[in-house]
């Protein structure tokens, strides 16, 4: 996490100075408003993929880890939609060393089922946006999450196409 803050300060606090200089001084509210939020979100999606990647690495070099599974796959990837977008998710498949069923530490940590690619958060936003409109705009309603390939169903769900 420490390394997207660094980069943030570095980079993107200059990226929002010339928006603020650009749009925001020009008068031109909506252009800032839609750039200072992409700027926000990819920050985010940094922090996000970043501390995956730190837990992921803190599982591997547990004493636990060590003592009991093996490392069965060392890089599977994964990708998971966010409210900040597309996360590519590397992680270590672990057998145990005592035989039973192999695990994804890092997806049993943070919570996500073996085949989810949709999180939790973007579920949960298409189902309250299915409460409040009508079903087809529930799906085509979310301003700036790419969603193609999945529908709200009536029930609530989600299902792929």
Do not use: W
């Amino acid at each position: 996490m420490y390394n997207s803050i660094i980069d943030f300060i570095e980079n993107d606090t200059t990226k929002i100075k010339k928006i603020l200089e650009k749009y925001l001084f020009a008068g031109n509210t909506l252009r800032f408003e839609e750039d200072l939020m992409h700027v926000m979100i990819e920050f985010g999606r940094k922090i996000y993929q970043e501390r995956l990647k730190e837990i992921e690495e803190n599982i591997r070099q547990s004493e636990f880890r060590k003592k009991n599974y093996y490392v069965e796959h060392k890089a599977d990837r994964r990708t998971l939609l966010t409210t900040f977008g597309n996360l590519q998710i590397e992680r270590a498949y672990y057998k145990p060393k005592n035989g039973g069923k192999s695990v994804y530490f890092l997806d049993k940590y943070v919570g996500l089922a073996p085949h989810d690619k949709v999180s939790l958060a973007v579920k949960t936003k298409f189902v309250e946006e299915a409460v409040e409109t009508s079903y087809q705009k529930g799906g085509e309603n979310k301003i700036d999450l790419i969603v193609r390939g999945y529908c709200v169903r009536r029930n609530g769900r989600l299902q792929t196409s």
